[in-house]
């Protein structure tokens, strides 16, 4: 799920989770449904250097490296930590409230957890509080995903299609603002659709269906390599 290198120490760190039934890669592994690890290779060697499994039953979602330490997100489990000298893994801080996911941690040490619902927080290792990150007025930053910081920027990816849907709202404007740039990746306007599907023995659960036409961006393309 995360996957972060490590330039002065040359290492790459992964980390993995059986999801089960929800995100299925793998042959069935009961044993290991729900439970996730990290894992650290040289990139050297390409050899693993050694990996982190906790007891506990949790899944980590992302990883980001401050402070010496490797710090990782567990949605609504808050942050857990390695420490690399050690070898050890724990909980860093609990935070029943929050579905952290993205992590990102900038020159000086700062930690940022993007909060799924309420937007990025910052997030303090040595109290294991976190605190969000204010924005003007009309800027939501509910639904980051993968969080980065890039030239003393903090960068976030945004899955709000499915939030919007969860949440709704029956039309989604792409193209609001009308900026040039989207449409130089030979986008044409078009609808997309949200199909809700609600069957027994879904237990509740919303199945959703994201379909868009694709056949004109395919023939541009083919247009332009040609």
């Known amino acids: 799920l995360g996957v972060k290198i490590d330039p ?9 989770c059986n ?7 793998k042959r069935p592994d009961p044993a290991t449904e729900g439970r996730g690890g990290v894992w ?8 693993l250097v050694r990996k982190y499994v906790p007891e506990a039953k949790v899944c980590f979602n992302d990883l980001a490296f401050a402070r010496g330490r490797i710090w990782m997100t ?8 390695i420490d690399p000298v050690a070898h050890s893994i724990a909980q860093a801080a609990a935070a029943p409230d929050l579905w952290a996911n993205g992590i990102a941690s900038d020159e000086r040490g700062a930690i940022y957890v993007a909060d799924a619902l309420g937007g990025v927080m910052r997030f303090d290792a040595d109290a294991g509080t976190f605190k969000l990150v204010e ?9 980051i995903d993968g969080l980065y910081v890039w030239r003393g920027r903090l960068v976030g990816i945004q ?23 989207k449409y130089k990746f030979c986008g044409d306007i ?17 199945l959703q269906h994201v379909f868009s036409l694709k056949r004109g961006i395919k023939r541009r393309l083919a247009a332009r390599r040609g």
């Open 19 to 25: 999801l089960g039934k929800d995100q299925p890669t």
């Open 8 to 16: 002065a120490k040359r290492e790459l760190w992964a980390n993995a």
């Open 135 to 143: 924005m003007p007025a009309g800027v939501r930053l509910g639904g």
């Open 40 to 47: 650290r290779y040289s990139l050297d060697t390409g050899r």
């Open 74 to 81: 567990t949605g609504s489990d808050g942050i857990w930590s």
């Open 159 to 181: 899955n709000a299609l499915r939030h919007a849907a969860q949440a709704g709202f029956a039309s989604f404007d792409f193209l609001r603002g009308a900026e040039d740039y």
């Open 190 to 206: 078009r609808r997309a659709y949200v199909i809700r599907i609600f069957g027994r023995g879904a237990r509740g659960r919303v």
